[in-house]
Each structure stands twice: as structure tokens, then as C-alpha cells.
């Protein structure tokens, strides 16, 4: 049997989180395989060589797309050159759809199969992107059950692995009752999410000290992430209660009481956890007016998605600011019974995640894609 190459691109450090767990339970089923591609920290700690970092990539939003297009441009064309020269036998694209749909399309071209793991929100907005996926690629697999219903419906044949998330989220630890109330601030993972919220949430964090003392924060950051952004944020803020945590999400919401989430995976990792929570998010105005008008859905938050309802209140954009957060924030944390209703309707939410082992299930399902192909 031939030395499999397989490529693997993702763009943002969650989509290399999830890579870096995939390429675990590959790198068992197929020991002989060698992974190199766009990741981050994880995929690299997996063996991956690694062509392009995430840190020069994770783009989100359409005005923030056009500002960055010569830089993308580059990483694709660098991509693209290097398909060309080390001719992958499989391609494993992981979300980010903007970049990963491109190279999709290129890999069509050169007769190279294609996974897509980690369906782009087609279902809530970008519903033109189904067409992309059914056109240039071979085999996708989903997170959300919902997201197989949709696929079928749209004459795509997808396969439901789980999430992922369960797999890593810890036992909760019970906290004492002496312990101050405490709230996580988490501010996304990419460059663009903490410039835009970590001074919004910080803010929100001071609003809320002056109102009620006895509270302590706790950030948390990301390693792709330029400690430069972090520092003179948190350096502003010197007179609260706060701590922060590198990598673990999950330790953040382990030791809170409640939690602001910008919108994104780490609203999963909050229903998981059973936090309550508060989501936000700012976009450039561009970004946002376009999801309005496009949107299929009426809530941005994942939980509230998959809840098809409002389980967690959601400000965004021009409610994003200090004084609406706190005020709200301010009001669930002093309602015992919305907070445990809360809790109760996210349990709901991280259920229908699916059960454990979808990184394995996910290795599986490739691998057996792959003994299709005896060529690979």
C-alpha cells in the first residue's frame, strides 16, 4: 500500500481544535498516513506539517474579507501550488467555508477526492454554498442532526457524527457556596472578535462591579491569539476581580456561575457546561446588515439555533455595549429561577449534540471513504 498523503485545511482555532482531535483518531486507524496542510497549534502537536498558521488567517465577515483579500489571495495561491506539487491523495477541509469552498472547487479540477468536515452555516445564511458543496466534494460529515435533515432535504447526502465538544467538556466541580459570583468573559477566537469585544465585555465587566462588588471574572484567551491584544485591555482594568485561562475554555466555564459568550462554538461549550448565559457579538456593519437580510434564521447563537428557540437573550451589534449587558447580565444573576431554568432548557440543548466520540466516528467514516478510493 501506497504512503497516503492527505491534506487538511482549516482557518480559525476552533476548526483546528476539531482538526488537531480528527488527525488523533486518524493517525490510529491509519498509521501510515502523512497529514500536512492550514492549522494551528493542535494539528501541528498531531504531526501535521504545517504550509500556513491559523494567526494569519481566521477571517470572519464580508467588509473584513475584502480588507484582507491580497493576503488571501496569497494563501491560496501558496495552496494551490503546493496541491500541485505534493499531490495529496485526499483533501479534509474543516469550516471555513470562504477559503476552504475556493480550494474545494481547485481540488475538483485536479481530480483530488474531498471530505468536508464541519458544515458551513448554509442553513442560516449562504444557503448559495450547497451547490459548491454537492458540486466539489465526496463526503460530508455534519455535527448537527439538524444539519443531515437539511442536506437530504436539499438532494445532498451528508453523515452525522456528533459533536465533538462532548468529548473534551469535564465532569462539572461543584463550587462552594462561599465562593464569590463569578462570571467567564469569553471574547471569541479570532484577532477581529477580540479587538471588536474584549474592551465591550471588559467594560460590561466594570459596569457590573459597580453595581454589585462581590464578583470576580475570568477571561478566556487563546494561544493563536498575540498576547499584545490581551495585555493592554486586562492592564485597564486593574481594579477588578479577574483571572485568565489559556486554551481551556471549558476550566473558564468550569468555575463560573454564569458566562458572556461571544456567539460562536463557545455557546456550545456553555450549554455543555449547563452555564447560564448572555450571547453577543459586534460585526462590521457590512457583515451584519447582509446576515439580516440573508439570514434564514432569527438568532445568531448555535444554542438558540439548535434550541429553535430563545434559551439565552442575545445583544447584538448596536445592544453589544457595556450598559445593556450589564443590565441584563445583572438582572439573571440576581433570578434564581431563571437561572436554573436556564440551565434546565440547556441541558436540551447539549442532549441533542449527539453522544461521545464524534472525532472517532468522524476518523471512521473517513477511513472507510478511503478504502473506496484504492487509490488513496
Known amino acids: 500500500m501506497m504512503n497516503r498523503n492527505i491534506l487538511i485545511i482549516t482557518g ?15 493517525k490510529k486507524l491509519l498509521p501510515e498516513a502523512s497529514f500536512w496542510g492550514i492549522g494551528g497549534d493542535c494539528m501541528a502537536g498531531q504531526g501535521a506539517e504545517l504550509i500556513e498558521h491559523v494567526r494569519k488567517l481566521s477571517i470572519v465577515g464580508v467588509w473584513e474579507a475584502v480588507k484582507d483579500l491580497s493576503r488571501i489571495r496569497r494563501q491560496y495561491k501558496n495552496t494551490a501550488e503546493n496541491i500541485r506539487k505534493r499531490r495529496p491523495g485526499l483533501a479534509i477541509l474543516v469550516d471555513y467555508p470562504g477559503f476552504n469552498l475556493s480550494v474545494a472547487r ?98 460590561t465587566a466594570e459596569k457590573i462591579h459597580e453595581r454589585q462588588k462581590d464578583v470576580h471574572f475570568i477571561v478566556a484567551e487563546n494561544s493563536n491569539i498575540d498576547k499584545a491584544l490581551y495585555d493592554p485591555a486586562l492592564a485597564g482594568h486593574s481594579g477588578l476581580s479577574v483571572s485568565r485561562v489559556t486554551d481551556n475554555t471549558f476550566a473558564a466555564l468550569d468555575r463560573c456561575d454564569l458566562a458572556v459568550v461571544t456567539s460562536g462554538t463557545a455557546t456550545l461549550e ?74 434546565d432548557e440547556l441541558k436540551e440543548v447539549a442532549h441533542a449534540l449527539g453522544e461521545k466520540g464524534a472525532s472517532r466516528r468522524a476518523a471512521e467514516a473517513i477511513t472507510r471513504f478511503i478504502s473506496e478510493k484504492p487509490k488513496i
Open 270 to 343: 456553555t450549554a455543555i457546561m449547563g452555564k447560564p448565559m448572555v450571547i453577543t457579538y459586534r460585526a462590521a456593519i457590512l457583515t451584519y446588515v447582509l446576515f439580516r437580510i440573508f439570514a434564514k434564521t432569527p438568532f445568531l447563537g448555535l444554542t438558540n439555533i439548535i434550541a429553535g428557540k430563545e434559551v439565552a437573550p442575545e445583544l447584538l451589534q448596536g445592544n453589544a455595549t457595556p450598559e445593556k449587558l450589564s443590565r441584563k447580565i445583572l438582572e439573571i444573576m440576581n433570578d434564581g429561577p431563571r437561572m436554573q431554568r436556564m440551565r
Open 106 to 203: 481547485f481540488l475538483r479540477r485536479e481530480n483530488i477526492p474531498v471530505v468536508y468536515y464541519i458544515l458551513p452555516q448554509v442553513w442560516a445564511w449562504g444557503r448559495w454554498r450547497i451547490r459548491s458543496l454537492k458540486s466539489y466534494t465526496d463526503r460530508i460529515l455534519v455535527l448537527f442532526r439538524f444539519e443531515k435533515e437539511f442536506l437530504e432535504q436539499a438532494g445532498v447526502d451528508c453523515e452525522f457524527v456528533g459533536h465533538p465538544l462532548l468529548d473534551t467538556a469535564p465532569l462539572p466541580a461543584r463550587r462552594e457556596p462561599r465562593e464569590p459570583f463569578t462570571i467567564a468573559l469569553l471574547p471569541g477566537s479570532r484577532k477581529s472578535e477580540i479587538l471588536n469585544m474584549l474592551p465591550v465585555l471588559l467594560d
Open 12 to 26: 480559525e482555532p476552533s476548526g483546528d481544535m476539531r482538526a488537531g482531535e480528527l488527525l488523533k483518531e486518524l
